[in-house]
T-cell receptor, first 111, second 117 residues
């Protein structure tokens, strides 16, 4: 059973904010939300993660709802190089625990 | 090294032949993971290691697939008697031990593209 659901595709104008939603309604208290992206068929690239608080780093912001059943990844100023498949992942805390990948959102940044 | 290294980049095997894939984790990382990406967007977890010990093998097919991580050697994933459905990209990832108080982020290698004909 999928732990996350994401829209299959989205478009975003270059320079605008890209907001990528993710539903994880069955998330448990010890599961983190991670976001990765995959450009072409390269290895997944880490973007950001969080447990229950909103997080921000140099790449993106992560907004997690209070009930933790959904989250949004925000790329504040999308560029053409942000065109990729974005994966929302849940994972039980603990270094050796596996990632449960969703099917991802294919984001296309349009000039 | 500073990146996860995977070899070979591409591997072509005839059905029934053996395939062996290698992964060198980032230096100092004690956890290694193998994932299989069959269709374009679908990842399947196969197995994880803590140093040379199997940590979680719940995703490994019971037959034909095996993996190991030995000291001072790259980790390996071996498929005996490959089948057409084994055609996929196999990604390796590594992460640091939580005990060091560092992030548990998994860092992925570039993958090995296996084609079984």
């Amino acid at each position: 059973d999928a732990k996350t659901t994401q829209p299959p595709s989205m478009d975003c104008a270059e320079g605008r904010a890209a907001n990528l939603p993710c539903n994880h309604s069955t998330i448990s208290g010890n599961e983190y939300v991670y976001w990765y992206r995959q450009i072409h068929s390269q290895g997944p690239q880490y973007i950001i993660h969080g447990l229950k608080n909103n997080e921000t780093n140099e790449m993106a912001s992560l907004i997690i709802t209070e009930d933790r059943k959904s989250s949004t990844l925000i790329l504040p100023h999308a560029t053409l190089r942000d065109t990729a498949v974005y994966y929302c992942i849940v994972r039980v805390g603990g270094t050796g625990n596996q990632f449960y990948f969703g099917t991802g959102t294919s984001l296309t940044v349009i000039p | 090294g500073e990146e996860v290294a995977q070899t070979p980049k591409h591997l072509v095997r005839g059905e029934g032949q053996k395939a062996k894939l290698y992964c060198a984790p980032i230096k100092g990382h004690s956890y290694v993971f193998w994932y299989q990406q069959v269709l374009k967007n679908e990842f399947k977890f196969l197995i994880s290691f803590q140093n040379e010990n199997v940590f979680d093998e719940t995703g490994m097919p019971k037959e034909r697939f095996s993996a190991k991580c030995l000291p001072n050697s790259p980790c390996s994933l071996e498929i005996q008697a490959t089948k057409l459905e084994d055609s996929a990209v196999y990604f390796c990832a590594s992460s640091q031990s939580r005990d060091r108080g560092l992030e548990e982020t998994q860092y992925f290698g570039p993958g090995t593209r296996l084609l079984v004909l």
